[in-house]
């Protein structure tokens, strides 16, 4: 899983109900601050679905367990990158202000 695909998976997860591209696009949009148009995403939204990452429900996004099972470790291994073992700064504390969360993933429901 790419950067960009879990940005998207962690935008779709979050989603309460699957979501359009259109949407997912303007969320990425804030999230980089940057245009991110719905063609900008389209392999990245394809390789997904075909790994099975995330299923297509009458045209929206949302994902599977599989695609939490992929996210959640990049996500364990985000909050050690930040950290890098140094104790410097309060991980817990950055991943809160970021919203995110170590166990965001780990525990939630699908």
Do not use: C
Request: charged share 20%; glycine share 10%; no cysteine.
């Amino acid at each position: 899983m790419t950067v960009v695909e879990l940005a998207i998976f962690i935008a779709v997860y979050r989603a309460a109900q699957p979501i359009g591209a259109d949407v997912l696009s303007n969320i990425l949009g804030r999230w980089f601050e940057s245009v991110v148009g719905p063609d900008d995403i389209a392999g990245a939204v394809t390789n997904m679905v075909e790994r099975g990452w995330l299923v297509m429900i009458g045209g929206r996004l949302m994902a599977t367990q599989d695609g939490r099972r992929v996210a959640s470790h990049l996500m364990n291994g985000v909050i050690r990158m930040l950290d890098q073992g140094t104790r410097l700064i309060d991980v817990a504390l950055m991943m809160s202000v970021l919203r995110l969360t170590k166990g965001e993933l780990d525990n939630g429901n699908l």
